[in-house]
């Protein structure tokens, strides 16, 4: 899964990027292309780090997830509108991250000499909105005139989908508070509009604003409350920061800023679920690791995230779920107290099942 990190010119979102996945990131080329750096991040889960204390495994896998490093938000010289090339970069993703900036930094100024991440936010939704509304109003000409010659069911259907979503976008509203079927989505899937996808609101705070980031994310409620919306404030740069020092001069630091844990960790989880995934473990001395799926899977295809041969082979699956599990900390404890038990191929894949696959092949 690849998160697409955008934002205005010195909005932070390399610095971002930088302590995300540890990889710096070389000044542009100026060359007139967009640049991407793509790097893997892990994702911070507690119970991997607990189930790997109790197994002492000789690996531990976490899940991670893809994060690019989408070159600055700017319009095409002298037409206005964000580049062609940025934004068919961004459709490509299965989510976005936006960076907003809400410090102060005379060195390196806000391209429109203000500080104010609402208006930047209102910038970059409207230019995705018009994006999507350029390509929906492209396809319902061409459709109504292949309608006029023939019609057909499969055509009136995505014709009213359309004008369902152009309806939407014109009243300046983003398709990802639209509901649609399944057979809705696949329609919808090839067009890949913007305004559809996942989104991370990233406000990059000054390190002042740290102790008030509760707050600031409280005045962006009205935001965070849309479907497929996250918010998080953090100040990327004491992230950075935090992110470089050993573990006992992390906690002291923390301690000095006045807070139990760094942003960054909740803000990739928050992407993690934001993309509908959950994780499911498999134990042992040789590993523990986080599986990745999309929420909902049934057992035999998660089976397959771990090999095909267990999914085609599938017979059963051994389920305990960590939350029942660290009470006894054993799966054979977990046996004699009747937590561990047998699922077949429909059964439906918790966030958190430790799963042991009995196949055949």
């Avoid at 930088?18 to 080329?29: D, M, Y």
Wanted: hydrophobic share 40%; proline share 4%; charged share 30%.
């Amino acid at each position: 899964m690849e998160v697409g990190i955008i934002g205005l010119p010195y909005s932070g979102k390399s610095t971002l990027f930088s302590t995300l996945t540890g990889q710096a990131v070389p000044p542009t080329s100026g060359a007139g292309r967009v640049e991407v750096h793509r790097g893997v991040v892990q994702v911070p889960d507690p119970r991997l780090d607990a189930l790997s204390e109790i197994f002492k495994p000789r690996k531990k896998v976490p899940a991670t997830i893809e994060f690019l490093d989408v070159g600055g938000v700017e319009s095409e010289k002298g037409r206005g509108g964000f580049d062609a090339q940025f934004l068919q970069i961004l459709k490509n993703t299965d989510a976005l991250c936006l960076v907003l900036r809400d410090f102060d930094n005379e060195y390196f100024p806000h391209p429109a000499g203000r500080i104010d991440p609402r208006a930047d936010f209102q910038l970059v939704e409207t230019e995705f909105l018009l994006s999507d509304l350029a390509i929906v109003e492209n396809r319902l000409a061409r459709l109504e005139k292949q309608l006029m010659k023939a019609r057909d069911e499969q055509g009136q259907r995505e014709l009213a989908l359309l004008k369902r979503c152009a309806a939407q976008l014109e009243q300046e509203k983003p398709l990802r508070e639209l509901s649609f079927t399944e057979e809705e989505e696949k329609q919808l899937k090839g067009f890949q509009f913007l305004t559809a996808k996942p989104l991370v609101v990233v406000i990059n705070i000054d390190e002042t604003k740290i102790q008030d980031a509760g707050r600031i994310e409280a005045a962006f409620a009205d935001l965070a409350a849309q479907p497929g919306v996250v918010v998080v404030a953090l100040c990327a740069k004491i992230e950075q920061e935090i992110s470089q020092l050993e573990e006992a001069e992390r906690k002291e630091f923390l301690q000095e800023l006045g807070i139990e844990e760094p942003a960054l960790p909740r803000m990739i989880r928050a992407t993690y679920q934001l993309l509908g995934l959950i994780s499911f473990f498999t134990v042992g001395e040789d590993e523990c690791r986080a599986w990745t799926i999309r929420k909902g899977t049934p057992a035999q295809k998660a089976a397959g995230a771990i090999h095909s041969d267990l999914e085609r082979g599938f017979i059963r699956a051994e389920v305990v779920h960590y939350d029942q599990f660290i009470k006894f900390k054993s799966l054979a404890a977990c046996r004699e107290k009747g937590l561990l038990r047998l699922e077949g191929k429909d059964y439906i894949v918790q966030d958190g099942d430790i799963i042991t696959v009995r196949f055949n092949v």
